[in-house]
């Protein structure tokens, strides 16, 4: 059972335009909402994050809305820029005082084209 | 300075044989963690291990044991590795405190002949 479902599974955009991943969530307990960038031969690195008591987070061109009655979060990204061209993963924990397991979604690979 | 380091990059079996994978971080985080991203790239955690405790993914093989000498240290162990192992393992670490953010290592690519 997927508990974080995350699309499109691909996207791509063109310079100067704004990109939007969705996911969707089952577990009501989670409470942290990070997104991770992934670069090819690298690891995740963390993006922005939200927890479910706000409705909408902005970090520079980046920006997460979260809509909790409906299980919803999304990344949309203002200007996207060529450099933006990576593997994005939204993800959803509950954690607790030894630390938080991340359940991910399954990715969306986004190309911006100059 | 790296901050999440794993060791080795690439690691190339037969089928059958046991194998480490090392992890470091110098953060002073106090909790460590391992996940599997398989050939789609989904990413799936196998542990969360801080001095309190071991959590462990009830989907996780009983072949793969975390091995933690301290607090800097998360190592893991694979035995009778299956074809199926096959798959790019990064290690991450955060505080231990209720999410905190995780940083990852660049991974381990493990390849089964």
């Known amino acids: 059972q997927q508990q974080v479902k995350q699309s499109p599974q691909s996207l791509i955009v063109q310079k100067g335009g704004i990109s939007i991943i969705n996911c969707a969530y089952e577990?009501?307990?989670?409470?942290?909402f990070p997104w991770y960038q992934q670069f090819p031969g690298k690891g995740p690195a963390l993006l922005i994050a939200?927890?479910?008591?706000?409705s909408e987070k902005k970090e520079g061109r980046f920006t997460i809305s979260f809509n909790k009655s409906a299980k919803q979060f999304s990344l949309h990204i203002m200007d996207s820029q060529p450099g933006d061209s990576a593997t994005y993963f939204c993800?959803?924990?509950?954690?607790?005082?030894?630390?938080?397991?991340?359940?991910f979604g399954g990715g969306t690979r986004l190309m911006v084209k100059p | 300075d790296t901050a999440v380091s794993q060791t080795p990059k690439y690691l190339v079996t037969q089928m059958g044989n046991d194998k480490s994978i090392k992890c470091e971080q110098n953060?002073?985080?106090?909790?460590m963690y391992w996940y599997k991203q398989d050939s789609k790239k989904f990413l799936k955690i196998m542990f969360s291990?801080?001095?309190?405790?071991?959590?462990i993914n009830e989907t996780v093989p009983n072949r793969f044991s975390p091995k933690s000498p301290d607090k800097a240290h998360l190592n893991l162990h694979i035995n009778s590795l299956e074809l199926g192992d096959s798959a790019v393992y990064f290690c991450?670490?955060?505080?231990?405190?209720?999410?905190?953010?995780?940083?990852f290592g660049d991974g381990t690519r493990l390849s089964i002949l």
């Open positions: 939200i927890r479910p008591d706000v």
């Open positions: 991450a670490s955060s505080p231990g405190s209720r999410n905190q953010p995780q940083h």
């Open positions: 291990y801080n001095n309190k405790e071991l959590i």
């Open positions: 953060l002073g985080h106090d909790t």
């Open positions: 577990n009501t307990a989670f409470d942290y």
């Open positions: 993800a959803a924990s509950r954690g607790n005082n030894a630390g938080n397991m991340l359940t």
